[in-house]
T-cell receptor, first 113, second 114 residues
Framework: DAGVIQSPRHEVTEMGQEVTLRCKPI?????LFWYRQTMMRGLELLIY????????DSGMPEDRFSAKMPNASFSTLKIQPSEPRDSAVYFC???????????FGQGTRLTVV | AQSVTQLGSHVSVSEGALVLLRCNYS??????LFWYVQYPNQGLQLLLK??????LVKGINGFEAEFKKSETSFHLTKPSAHMSDAAEYFC????????????FGQGTTLQVKP
């Protein structure tokens, strides 16, 4: 398997623009997580899905953030409108079952100017 | 509330010295515990995991961790540090009965001095 695939790897956008981050989980995995990593706050869980259904979105910082998982092989994280404080590395991870480890993608480095 | 705490955001050791990175969790239900490593500009890689089998868990690159229920701890150790161990290390917890939610500690940056 190719692992968790995220795109794009880097994104630079202007404040106010819409940003969409994409994730393809490992085939057969039933959990998908979105995390945000910054120097100040470390690795924060934004939202996670089980069998394509959002289970906990309490980490989503504001209504500007939304996430979808239309099928088992694709998820998006959208920020609209983007702000400079959204600049961070966003990771997607997937796993199979409650007790297993999660596998991470390479991340998307987002810079909002 | 269920949480995970890593004591010490930065740890510095000399090459060949013992590495000890600390992790404590707070939970009333049995946890699943993990240690991950992150090298610069990369994603997180699993080092080892505890899922209620043996309390002493061996991982990759010579690392191991011991689950101590009485101390609610899962500290990571390596007998002899190598320069290539310099990275950021994360402890993570998934609490059984919590629908698979996986949360991470704040991370510990390990510096290895020659």
């Amino acid at each position: 398997d190719a692992g968790v695939i995220q795109s794009p790897r880097h994104e630079v956008t202007e404040m106010g623009q819409e940003v969409t981050l994409r994730c393809k989980p490992i085939s057969g995995h039933d959990y998908l997580f979105w995390y945000r990593q910054t120097m100040m706050r470390g690795l924060e869980l934004l939202i996670y899905f089980n069998n394509n259904v959002p289970i906990d979105d309490s980490g989503m910082p504001e209504d500007r953030f939304s996430a979808k998982m239309p099928n088992a092989s694709f998820s998006t994280l959208k920020i609209q409108p983007s702000e400079p404080r959204d600049s961070a590395v966003y990771f997607c991870a997937s796993k199979r079952g409650q007790a297993s480890e999660a596998f991470f993608g390479q991340g998307t480095r987002l810079t909002v100017v | 509330a269920q949480s995970v705490t890593q004591l010490g955001s930065h740890v510095s050791v000399s090459e060949g010295a013992l590495v000890l990175l600390r992790c404590n969790y707070s939970s009333s239900v049995p946890p699943y515990l993990f240690w991950y490593v992150q090298y610069p500009n990369q994603g997180l890689q699993l080092l080892l995991k505890y899922t209620s089998a043996a309390t002493l868990v061996k991982g990759i690159n010579g690392f191991e961790a011991e689950f101590k229920k009485s101390e609610t701890s899962f500290h990571l150790t390596k007998p002899s540090a190598h320069m290539s161990d310099a990275a950021e290390y994360f402890c993570a917890v998934s609490f059984s009965g919590n629908t698979g939610k996986l949360i991470f500690g704040q991370g510990t940056t390990l510096q290895v001095k020659p």
